[in-house]
């Protein structure tokens, strides 16, 4: 695979051959913060950015996603995307999260048809991390550096962008460009300190122990007052849970058209700490209470996926720090206080 | 099978929710494709004695408006609340925080007094009647309106989120409005509108009512975070949701 040095100027006509070759979404402002979205121009692309509000999950299991259009009769027919993109700027952090979310949805026997269309539609552009987000805690989840998954990598460097293929796909990609001179020895040093430097310096919040030791740790913290003291101000409004690279639940609705004789079946994103999350027929609620709900997340990313997986389902994006109105969902504080003891 | 007849009635408000209705423009034709409307003064001159869905625009601010409802709710198999006036009462609540006489001086002066101005405590409209099923919001969305009527007409239970607005910011990647410094009631508030105001660059004004069960000793905790205070907080919950249960902050 190439690895090749691109100055700033050479990077930009290569994304603006890649947005004129495909549909491309990329990094852009969004005020004084940061999204995915629609590229039109490489100048719009924002590699230095911090945090993206949503992570780029949302193309690979979109917030409303249309799974089957039904007629009266029986009729029905699968609806897949698998129109071709190409996914520009992808942090590690987030990067790591689409690699859980492939051990889930691409599981033998297990496989999510949707997911796994626009997962091989996908071509992933990564990129490493130039400005640390203000919550960002990657470092000690040791996801400030991916090596796998992206089909290439960018990594910015004094001088240019050292830009690695990782993939067949990844190599056509960077067919696109043109004639590009390869990385030097010293390019590549300089990309190792940049990545050695994130491992270090992405820890705006601090987790003692190894993130490995929590499945233990959650396994004798049922009872721990920290999850009373801390649902106490939550709103129950499932912020945490949708911004999240990780979570992945959703809901399943129908929506006739006006003839009521055909119609559409479409899942839009769940969220484990709104009130019906765990609603069934019958007006029971396996989890009713706020502490119960709140518990739930940090299980489920400390305990329950790692037991699946073998990996921590918390990449720590910070996302849900600063998402969270009444600043109570913060991982690292909680998974500490557990550490600590009552 | 027979088309439902349906009726839609207003009392006090703008009418604007109504309004929501016949801006589905092309659309009324699918709608009365689905039922038939057979009584519905803003669109149509016919008057009916029997509707299977009746849907009821406006909070109950008078006795008559009582007696008035509750032959709506005798003639009907489906009731349903239109918009913020009728399902919690909304911004005619207001006048509930005083004391009636005051609020007929202040609003008619010397003539508050005259018997066709008599005002009583704003209800909505199942303080009145039992109702079936709610389209919240000031004014409505048309989509929600589409999906309640369709539920109806299908025998199925239709879907209102009980969640607060915060879901529908996060879909649309919003800014959240406190990072703005604004006091946003989106996190107490009923969703379903897909976070229309916030995506629009203002805070929630919370006109779909509160969430069930929200919480509001956290967002009287929280205004501290950013430098608000509680009065600031009653102030905003006032407009929409003054004597609602869980607004007494």
Redesign the interface.
């Known amino acids: 695979m190439a690895i090749k040095l691109f100055k700033k100027a050479a990077l930009k006509k290569w994304v603006d051959s890649l947005i004129a070759g495909g549909r491309v979404f990329g990094v852009q402002a969004k005020g004084e913060r940061f999204a995915f979205g629609p590229l039109e121009k490489a100048a719009d692309l924002r590699l230095d950015y911090d945090v993206t509000i949503l992570p780029p999950k949302k193309y690979l299991q979109p917030q409303t996603e249309d799974l089957v259009k039904f007629s009266k009769g029986g009729g029905y027919e699968s609806v897949i995307d698998s129109e071709p993109f190409v996914l520009l700027g992808v942090h590690p952090y987030d990067m790591a999260a689409i690699n859980q979310m492939d051990a889930i949805f691409l599981k033998d026997g297990e496989v999510d048809t949707h997911y796994k269309a626009r997962r091989e539609a996908a071509t992933i552009v990564a990129c490493d991390v130039e400005s640390p987000s203000e919550n960002v805690f990657a470092g000690c989840m040791g996801t400030a550096v991916v090596d796998k998954g992206y089909d290439v990598l960018v990594t910015a460097v004094d001088g240019g962008y050292v830009v690695e293929t990782a993939s067949p796909r990844g190599e056509k990609l960077l067919a696109a460009a043109g004639e590009v001179p390869d990385a030097s020895k010293k390019d590549m040093k300089k990309r190792k300190a940049v990545q050695e430097k994130n491992r270090k310096r992405l820890r705006k919040h601090e987790l003692k122990g190894e993130p490995l030791g929590l499945p233990c740790l959650l396994g004798k913290s049922e009872n721990h007052p920290v999850w009373e003291e801390k649902a106490r101000l939550c709103y129950s409004c499932g912020s945490c849970n949708l911004v999240c690279p990780t979570c992945y639940c959703f809901d399943v609705q129908d929506d006739t058209d006006w003839t009521l004789e055909s119609g559409r079946r479409y899942r839009v994103w769940d969220a484990c700490l709104l009130a019906d999350f765990a609603a069934v027929a019958g007006g029971h609620n396996f989890r009713k209470e706020r502490a119960a709900r709140f518990r739930h997340r940090y299980y489920r990313k400390g305990k329950y996926i790692p037991e699946k997986i073998g990996e921590i389902a918390c990449v720590g994006c910070g996302r849900c720090i600063t998402a969270c109105t009444a600043k109570i969902a913060n991982p690292v504080e909680v998974y500490n206080r557990l550490t600590e003891g009552c | 099978m027979s088309k439902p007849r349906l009726a839609i009635f207003d009392f006090a408000c703008c009418e604007g929710c109504q309004l929501q209705i016949v801006n589905l423009e092309e659309?009324i034709l699918?709608?009365i494709?689905?039922v038939d409307p057979v009584e519905w003064r803003e669109a149509i001159s016919d008057q009916s004695d029997t509707y299977d869905i009746a849907i009821v625009e406006g909070s109950i601010t008078r006795p008559e408006d009582e007696e008035r409802v509750k032959k709506i709710r005798e003639r009907s198999k489906v009731l349903i609340a239109l918009g913020a006036c009728a399902a919690i009462g909304g911004v005619n609540k207001l006048k509930n925080n005083f004391d009636m006489d005051d609020v007929k001086k202040c609003v008619y002066g010397k003539d508050a007094d005259l018997p066709h101005l008599n005002t009583a405590m704003t209800k909505a409209v199942d303080e009145v009647v039992p109702v079936d099923f709610y389209v919240h919001g000031c004014p409505i969305d048309r989509d929600e309106f589409k999906?309640v009527v369709?539920s109806v007409?299908?025998g199925k239970k239709p879907?209102i989120p009980?969640?607060?607005v915060?879901?529908e910011c996060?879909?649309r990647?919003?800014?959240?409005r406190?990072?703005f410094n604004e006091l946003c009631l989106?996190?107490?508030t009923r969703a379903g509108c897909g976070a229309r105001c916030p995506s629009n660059g203002s805070w929630c004004f919370g006109c779909r009512g509160l969430?069930?069960?929200?919480?509001v000793?956290?967002?009287k905790?929280?205004m501290d975070?950013y430098k608000k205070t509680v009065d600031d907080l009653r102030d905003r919950i006032l407009l929409f949701n003054s004597k609602q249960e869980h607004a007494d902050v």
């Open positions: 659309e699918d709608l494709s689905l999906h369709k007409a299908l879907n009980v969640y607060p915060c879901v996060k879909l990647e919003n800014v959240c406190y990072e989106g996190p107490i969430a069930p069960d929200p919480n000793d956290a967002a905790e929280v975070k």
